[in-house]
């Protein structure tokens, strides 16, 4: 789905340097497994996936998580959840940027897929790191409008990042360590979900090693 479309248009753009998770590429327990990558996207910063399936494949989970380092656009987390025929696609952007950014160019998106029923979460703490341009869908029998929605997605940010202005990386990387230290402290659903399998010290460090790179 939205990880293959990523790599693709990267691909052509950037060189990719699959990094090494060690034991943290493949976590599993009783039902529920997880396989994690990570690359180093030269002249961006770092990419990270997750591929989570659980109760035998009728529940299946990607997460997306792009960190530009080298330049100054905020990261971008995408998540496309699959469970017995109901499809949800979160694209969130999260402040992480050192400037203020212009984000007008998400608005034609929000208007050619407004039909589509908005995805709301339960209030967590990171909301209020949300941009404007986060948009996040469901449907039952949706999929192939949902995926649309989210490669399209896909396209306009890394056109934004291609146009963003290069910046310093320790200074972006403690912009984005921000949002990743109280997402370790606080949690989120996926964090919560690995806390449980392997945790609070691994986790840790699949977070702000592999995820966001910020260390």
Same mark, same amino acid.
């Given at each position: 789905?939205?990880? #293959? +479309?990523?790599?693709?248009k990267l691909e052509k753009e950037y060189r990719l340097e699959k990094r090494d998770l060690g034991d943290y590429a493949k976590i599993s327990k009783l039902v529920v497994n997880f396989i994690n990558e990570a690359w180093r996207v030269e002249g961006v910063g770092n990419l990270f996936a997750m591929d989570m399936s659980a109760m035998f494949g009728l529940m299946k989970m990607e997460t997306l998580v792009l960190c530009p380092e080298e330049k100054d656009l905020s990261f971008l987390s995408c998540d496309g959840i699959h469970v017995s025929g109901n499809d949800t696609v979160i694209m969130?952007?999260?402040?992480?940027?050192?400037?203020?950014?212009?984000?007008?160019?998400?608005?034609?998106l929000k208007e050619k897929y407004a039909y589509l029923e908005d995805y709301q979460a339960e209030?967590?703490?990171?909301?209020?790191?949300?941009?404007?341009?986060?948009?996040?869908?469901?449907?039952?029998?949706?999929?192939?409008?949902?995926?649309?929605?989210?490669?399209? +997605?896909?396209?306009?940010?890394?056109?934004?990042?291609?146009?963003?202005?290069v910046c310093d990386p320790e200074a972006k990387r403690q912009a984005t360590a921000d949002y990743a230290q109280r997402l370790i402290r606080?949690?989120?659903?996926?964090?919560?979900?690995?806390?449980?399998?392997?945790?609070?010290?691994?986790? #840790?460090?699949l977070v702000a090693e592999y995820m966001f790179h910020i260390r």
């Open positions: 789905m939205l990880k #293959e +479309y990523m790599l693709e969130e952007m999260d402040r992480s940027a050192l400037h203020e950014e212009d984000l007008s160019v998400f608005e034609p209030p967590r703490w990171y909301d209020s790191y949300h941009l404007s341009s986060t948009i996040c869908k469901k449907g039952k029998k949706q999929t192939a409008d949902l995926e649309a929605f989210g490669r399209e +997605y896909i396209d306009i940010y890394l056109q934004a990042l291609k146009n963003a202005p606080e949690g989120g659903v996926a964090v919560d979900g690995m806390t449980k399998m392997i945790g609070a010290n691994r986790t #840790e460090k």
